[in-house]
């Protein structure tokens, strides 16, 4: 199992911090790679992203909701790592079919009172689409 922590700030986070530390102790086993570790003047080790995604046998994205959708350092990782030709296009096909499992964390409905279920929707309908491109099933 492969989890990727979207989290741009895992040092000072609460929630995303906490949920990693469980899984850690339950799951020790999973690789766990942060991103805000891993990121160096904007630039990641794309290869050895790429070989750690194509051993998993499981992905977990796990991640803060923000402004509606993912914090722009786990964008980056995402467009960075995530290459045509390789894990979409016609000839990416290196992680299709691999199970995926989403755990986005995001604010109390009291705390965020301006979301609207309609942005929510939105939000979804857009993951949707991004397993789709690169071939994966949901499973969670």
Known sequence: ?????????????????????EISAQLPQAE??????????????????????EKAD??????????????????LYIDKVMEHGWAYGSQGTALADKPFIKLKISPPLASSHRQSKETIRRYYRVHKK?????GWRNVF
């Open 1 to 21: 199992m492969l989890i990727i922590s979207g989290h741009p700030d895992l040092k000072n986070s609460v929630a995303n911090k906490a949920i990693l530390e």
């Open 32 to 53: 766990i790679r942060k991103i805000d570790e891993l990121c160096t003047n904007s630039q990641f080790d794309v290869k050895v992203e790429q070989a750690a995604f």
């Open 58 to 75: 499981i992905i977990v994205f796990q991640y803060p909701m923000h402004r509606y959708g993912l914090p722009g350092l786990f964008k």
């Open 130 to 134: 991004f397993i789709k491109l690169f």
